[in-house]
């Protein structure tokens, strides 16, 4: 069932999610009114805190960084559909992962609301959806995961040497 599961349900969500993520782009990209909106509102709420801007065209947090992050993330998931970019795959499911778990916490736990547009919720379906397809990937992709991680420890962490007397 595992075998099955990592061969034809990880294309399947890594074509579903990029191509929600993909769609999204004309939006955060072109400054639409939805996102102006959605971005507008959670910047208000960061301003009640201090923190005006975080959400506004050049924070941390703007619909830009959160847009090429949804590329990113996209372009490794269609990468690492072939088999030789396996690790690829998993990294891309990590950012979708991490940013789409922002984007259902914003939904929820700030005043945006689970239907900031009027569209039923529309939005924050996908998001959820994304959510969990890209949690599943994390799940089938974790030996390849571990595997990125130890590689990039051994890079970035020096190797102790034993002092000699």
């Known amino acids: 069932m595992l075998a099955f599961l990592r061969r034809y349900a990880t294309p399947a969500f890594s074509l579903f999610a990029s191509a929600v993520f993909l769609d999204s782009l004309r939006y955060k990209f072109t400054d639409a009114p939805q996102t102006q909106v959605i971005f507008g509102r959670l910047n208000e709420w960061a301003g009640g805190f ?7 065209h050049t924070g941390l947090f703007s619909q830009y960084v959160i847009g090429t992050g949804e590329l990113f993330a996209s372009a490794l998931l269609l990468i690492g559909i072939w088999p030789r970019f396996r690790r690829l795959h998993a990294l891309g499911a990590l950012i979708a992962f991490a940013v789409m778990s922002g984007a259902v916490s914003f939904h929820l736990f700030t005043p945006l609301g689970v239907d900031p547009n009027n569209d039923g919720g529309g939005l924050f379906a996908a998001a ?11 799940i089938l992709r974790f ?3 571990a595997a990125l991680a130890r590689d990039l420890a051994a890079a970035f962490v020096p190797a102790t040497t034993p002092v000699q007397a």
């Open 143 to 145: 030996r390849e995961l």
């Open 128 to 138: 959820l959806t994304i959510w969990a397809t890209s949690l599943g990937l994390l």
């Open 50 to 56: 201090g923190a005006h801007g975080l959400f506004g």
